[in-house]
Structures are given as C-alpha cells and as structure tokens.
C-alpha cells in the first residue's frame, strides 16, 4: 500500500521561506516519479513542480526561480524548497506519486493515476 505524508506547512510573511516533506512508503517504482499540487479555495488542483525518474524537472511559471523540487532516495522523501513566499501561494499543498512515468504538471491535474497525500496547509500573509 502507498502511502504520503507531507509535513512542513505553515504559516508566514510575505518573503519567508518553507520546506515541505513527503515520506513516502510503499512506492513500487525504483525510481520515483512524484511531484507537488496545490490547491487554493475555491480554485483547481494546479501543478507546481515535478520531477521524473530520468531526474528531469518541470515548475510552474508562478514558482520558477522561488521553489525547487528535491528527493532524498535514501530517506523516501520529496522535498519542496519554497523561498520568497508570495500571499499568491496560499493553498494545500499535495504531494503525489504516478501510478506510470512520466508524471505531468499539466495544464490539467489529472488524480485518478496518481497516489496522493493528505495535503499540508501553506498560508502566506502580506
């Protein structure tokens, strides 16, 4: 059974800087391809970054140069490096592994083929 956990959520000014997490278990891929969501009230599920099982990554233009994707193999986690927080990035944020490779950050979240975590709440005050 796969199972997500992110963590790292919280809340900032405007400029700070988050870390989120995602321990992941259970994956049946040697290498991993996963990603970052994010979904604002009453708004879509929109892609922010991902990363393929080739090493290749893909970032939102709202978040390019801001935010990094990174994975630790060794630890089963996925990283999102989030720096000069905008109030525009307030959401939950989700992590999710594809059920097959490659895994797309768009434009539409598709989230039947993928494995997803409980989300982690980012709130960014100006």
């Known amino acids: 059974q796969v199972q997500l956990v992110e963590s790292g959520g919280g809340s900032v000014q405007a400029g700070g800087t988050l870390r989120l997490s995602c321990a992941h278990s259970g994956y049946p891929y040697s290498r991993d391809c996963m990603g970052w969501f994010r979904q604002a009230a009453g708004k879509e599920r929109e892609g922010v970054a991902v990363?393929?099982?080739?090493?290749?990554?893909t970032y939102a233009d709202s978040v390019k140069g801001r935010f990094t994707i990174s994975t630790d193999n060794a630890k089963n986690t996925l990283y999102l490096q989030m720096n000069n927080l905008k109030p525009e990035d307030t959401a939950m944020y989700y992590c999710a592994a594809a059920l097959w490779c490659p895994i797309e950050l768009g434009p539409r979240v598709t989230t039947g083929d993928k494995y997803w975590g409980q989300g982690t709440q980012v709130t960014v005050s100006s």
């Open positions: 990363m393929n099982n080739d090493g290749s990554t």
